[in-house]
């Protein structure tokens, strides 16, 4: 948890155009720092604290009601989220056996999820950005460094270093 939280901490701080080199002792103070001026990042941290109490009785259901009362993120038990992923704002919906990967950039009011009965989500890979409002639902793959344009709804597999947007989702040269 401590490694995921760092990653995530470095990522947010440094695309918030801010110190990003702290490590040991003060890495506290920058990372309750950030929890206080990001509610999307706070949530985040929450969401780690559950996955470390994954098994304890209550209180992960608690700290997800806290992330959705805070920010409105709302992080699905089955979903993995590696150690560098940043939240720009809260407003985001992930659920399903999703999986996304270190440097993904995810805007606000974005769902990245399920489609109809199937539980499988994306997996989204290393360094994709989702922009705000986007849609990105089912058992697809989202390749690395792709970008996924404002309220583009994803239904099919972005190759990676791809751009697409539109409704639903047309990849652009």
């Known amino acids: 948890m401590r490694d995921a939280v760092l990653a995530d901490a470095r990522l947010t701080a ?7 080199t702290f490590a040991g002792v003060r890495a506290v103070p920058a990372i309750l720092r950030l929890m206080l ?3 999307a990042f706070a949530a985040q941290v929450l969401y780690r604290l559950r996955v470390r109490l994954r098994g ?3 209180l992960p259901h608690l700290l ?3 992330s959705i009362a805070l920010a409105g993120v709302s992080i699905g ?3 993995v989220m590696h150690p560098g ?3 720009i704002h809260g407003q985001v919906v992930i659920d399903g056996l999703t999986e996304i990967h270190g440097g993904a950039q995810i805007g606000p009011w974005v769902t990245i999820g399920v489609r109809g009965p199937d539980l499988r989500g994306p997996t989204i890979g290393p360094n994709v950005f989702v922009g705000s409002g986007a849609k990105v639902l089912g058992g697809i793959t989202v390749g690395e460094g792709a970008r996924i344009g404002a309220n583009a709804v994803v239904l099919d597999d972005v190759p990676a270093g791809a751009t697409v947007v539109g409704a639903p989702a047309r990849r652009i040269p």
């Open 85 to 87: 992923v940043y939240l």
């Open 14 to 20: 440094a695309l918030r155009f801010e110190d990003h």
């Open 37 to 39: 001026v990001s509610d």
């Open 64 to 66: 997800h009601r806290l």
């Open 77 to 79: 038990e089955p979903v």
């Open 56 to 58: 304890v009785p209550v």
